[in-house]
């Protein structure tokens, strides 16, 4: 998409704080919609995790949707990613695995498959979150600069239209300010440049706790091997159980249940905490059969987390803060339960970039992308929320949950779709 000439970024500094998927995916798509008959800007992308932390917490699998265009496998494709990502799809290029939605004694309930959105191998894969970080990063890192163990801690505009950055470099802390002409906050769901700029707009607590971790095995047991993932149901009881393969050995799950108060989080040293949450998870979730029990047993204590579903709203710019734009889980966190967090991420960095580089001012780029960008966070946020309701389900809406997930199952496999 040819950029106007004597575009406003032209010969610009943007500075990206955050080196996550949407940061990512806006530095690559800007690089491919910008004008090259015009001098483009210099992007510095700043990520407080060493290059060491960063691997380490890679370690799951995540989905990337691909039925329609709001999906991170349309994103990949309008980047050009595609053939890079399709070697590292854990599932959702064949018939032979799907989305599961299972009773506690793992027998099917009902299997879904989209059809896939024009240009797409899949209606909707999974792939490790590692893998799909390594392929960003390396398409990013020809022409950008990204600075690890910085962080980027607040932001204020300036009177001649530029903003000032602080950023936080190292275990020492030290700081400095760097001027931009443009600042995209891409620094996840606990930003701090949105605390500093937007400091009422805080993560909302949803009513439901995930616990879990990853299983190792010599073989992924059945049902979920060889490649399926899902949702194991508990009659009404209560609770749930996600689990995925990450890859041929390794399966992420995830068991869920209400709580008033979301817990604090555990203590990183403390493997009692950790042996605590899988002896709940045994005890809360008795009503599952095998591979659950399997699954707690084969759990590395290293990887086991507590995990409260936190969101936020998302909300349009207002660009009296200045030429700034936040990105992904910054501008509208999602939880766990909405399986769309990296697809949001990877639309947000496309979409940007292509309205800056179509608009002939920022407040018109601005206004652009939230109009694409708000009402889609705004669905998968509502959808989210009906997944904690229908998944915890107790009484008759259980029973009405059932019925209809029956229904629909029957439904799919008449049209081929399960």
Known sequence: MASPPGHFLEGKTIVVAGAGMAGLAFAIALRKHWNPSLVPPTIRIYERDTTETAERRQGFSLSLAGYDETGGLYALKQLGLLEKIIPHVISGLDDSSSFKLWNPDWSQILSVRFTPAAGLPSSGIRIARKNLKKVLLDEAEDGVAITWDAACTSARRLERGKVLV????????????????????ADGSKSRLRASLR?????????????GGLATFDEIPSPIAPM?????????????????????KSVVWAFSHLAEEAPPPLDPESREQRQAVLEKCLELGSMYGEPFPSLVRATDMDTVFSMPAKDKQPFAHDVSLGSIAFLGDSNHAVSPFAGYGASLALKDGWDLAEQLCKARRLEDAMRAYDTISVPR???IIAMSHGRIRDMHAVGVRWYIFKLLSTIGGFFLWLTGRS
């Open 377 to 379: 966070a705004k669905k």
């Open 228 to 248: 399926n993932w899902g949702v194991a149901t508990s009659n009404g009881a209560g609770v749930a159980l996600f689990a995925s393969p990450v890859d041929d």
């Open 199 to 211: 400091p009422d707009d805080v993560l909302q607590y949803q009513g439901a706790v995930q616990l």
């Open 166 to 185: 602080t950023v936080s470099r190292g275990q020492a802390k030290t700081t400095s300010e760097e001027e931009c002409d443009f600042l995209v906050c």
